[in-house]
């Protein structure tokens, strides 16, 4: 399978403990995007990363959530001390844009339950 | 700041009619338009990019629109199938200094009666 990974697809996690999300993208593509997506809502974007650089921040990324990509390639999503608004479904998704504005291709996503 | 909008919501249609979704966008200066499908508790399907150059994209019995003048872009399905339902989104790129993050409308979730 070439597509966009994401792991795990589901995790119920209780209110205050950390977690931890990981994207793999569809490979030699230089970017990669995480949105969270509520229930009867659109996915909104949270960050953005070029290569190994994360070049901007959603102001809904509270200083709770972290998000890396060591050596531009897989991506990892952390929520420390999580709360239950937390609770949504966290995708994925990686383009290869070379000067051009580039088609982002998505995962599966991952569905957090906070209880 | 661009903003997407999905009319109506949720829709029902009996199976075999042709159908139209709607979207409706506020900045014209977009650079594409996507529609993607998306079955529940599932990630996002790619069904069609429309470029700010084009009027339409067409892939089997789909068919997207786009018109940047009036804001809109539909998407019509002929021939609907119980097989596609679904929620169907569409998106728009903002794109500020490289980063192509996507707008998304709400959706309308689809229903096909058998």
């Known amino acids: 399978d070439t597509g966009v990974s994401q792991n795990p697809r589901h995790k119920i996690t209780k209110r205050g403990q950390n977690v931890t999300f990981r994207c793999d993208p569809i490979?030699?593509?230089?970017?990669l995007y995480w949105y969270r997506q509520t229930l009867g809502q659109g996915p909104e974007f949270l960050t953005y990363?070029?290569?190994?650089?994360?070049?901007?921040k959603s102001r809904l990324l509270s200083d709770r959530f972290s998000a890396e990509r060591p050596k531009g390639s897989f991506s990892t999503l952390e929520i420390q001390r999580t709360e239950q608004g937390d609770s949504a479904m966290y995708l994925c998704a990686s383009s290869l844009s070379e000067g051009g504005v580039g088609i982002q291709y998505f995962g599966a996503g991952t569905r957090l339950s906070v209880l | 700041k661009q903003e997407v909008t999905q009319i109506p919501a949720a829709l029902s249609v009996p199976e075999g009619e042709n159908l139209v979704l709607n979207c409706s966008f506020t900045d014209s200066a977009i650079y594409n338009l996507q529609w993607f499908r998306q079955d529940p508790g599932k990630g996002l399907t790619s069904l069609l990019l429309?470029?700010?150059?084009?009027r339409e994209q067409t892939s089997g019995r789909l068919n997207a629109s786009l018109d940047k003048s009036s804001g809109r872009s539909t998407l019509y399905i002929a021939a609907s199938q119980p097989g596609d339902s679904a929620t169907y989104l569409c998106a728009s790129p903002v794109s500020n200094f490289g980063n192509e993050k996507l707008t998304f409308g709400t959706g309308t979730r689809l229903t096909i009666i058998p």
């Open positions: 990363f070029q290569n190994e650089a994360q070049l901007e």
């Open positions: 490979s030699e593509h230089n970017r």
């Open positions: 429309i470029q700010s150059s084009q």
